[in-house]
């Protein structure tokens, strides 16, 4: 059961455009949606996350668009560079009852050529 | 702020060997999670510990696999025996722990490859 879809699996960008990875999910119980950039032979690290509450939220050249109604969340990386080819990685957290989990998606390999 | 530390970095083993992975969290993170990260795949949450308590290990094949934070820091995570599925990398992660928003801000480790043959 995968409670969090990501697609595309991979993306190829030409340097200076816009890289768009879009996230599905269905349980109403998430209430916070951050997106992880992974390197090879590296962990994920934290990027950019958003709550429910908000419809975007933009950090330098990262950019959450949310949709609560469509249960969907994208995010949009604006003038990509090569050094943000990487694998992308949505996420969806719920807690409750003590428990805290981070449900992933699947990944999305993005490469940017110059 | 030293990071989440993990090794061995990569460990090769024969199936039905077993396997054992450390983790030192993050100074003061009260919160500790275990992940599979299967070769093109997101991570899958194993285990999660709140100080040296499992607050969750729904997901951890318990046949096989086992861990433990007995002082409430470092933790580990067995494999006994394993088999060719469990290839893959254990990322570790932690968070401050249930103070406001902290709890959802995980800093991962960078993993321990493991490839069982």
């Known amino acids: 059961q995968q409670q969090v879809k990501q697609s595309p699996q991979s993306l190829i960008v030409q340097k200076g455009g816009i890289s768009i990875i879009n996230c599905a999910y269905e349980?109403?119980?998430?209430?916070?949606f951050p997106w992880y950039q992974q390197f090879p032979g590296k962990g994920p690290a934290l990027l950019i996350a958003i709550r429910p509450d908000v419809s975007e939220k933009k950090e330098g050249r990262f950019t959450i668009s949310f949709n609560k109604s469509a249960k969907q969340f994208s995010l949009h990386i604006m003038d990509s560079q090569p050094g943000d080819s990487a694998t992308y990685f949505c996420?969806?957290?719920?807690?409750?009852?003590?428990?805290?989990?981070?449900?992933f998606g699947k990944g999305t390999k993005l490469s940017v050529i110059p | 702020e030293a990071g989440v530390a993990q090794s061995p970095r990569y460990k090769i083993i024969e199936k039905r060997q077993s396997v054992a992975f450390w983790c030192n969290p993050i100074?003061?993170?009260?919160?500790l999670y275990w992940y599979q990260q299967i070769l093109g795949q997101g991570p899958k949450l194993l285990i999660q510990f709140q100080n040296n308590g499992v607050v969750d290990d729904s997901q951890l094949p318990k046949d096989r696999f086992s861990a433990e934070r007995l002082k409430g820091v470092d933790s580990t995570l067995k494999i006994q025996p394993a088999k060719l599925e469990d290839s893959a990398v254990y990322l570790c992660?932690?968070?401050?722990?249930?103070?406001?928003?902290?709890?959802?801000?995980?800093?991962f480790g960078p993993g321990t490859r493991l490839t069982v043959t």
């Open positions: 996420a969806a957290f719920e807690g409750g009852a003590g428990s805290y989990q981070l449900t």
């Open positions: 349980n109403t119980a998430f209430d916070y």
């Open positions: 100074s003061g993170h009260a919160t």
């Open positions: 992660a932690s968070t401050r722990g249930l103070a406001g928003g902290s709890i959802r801000e995980q800093y």
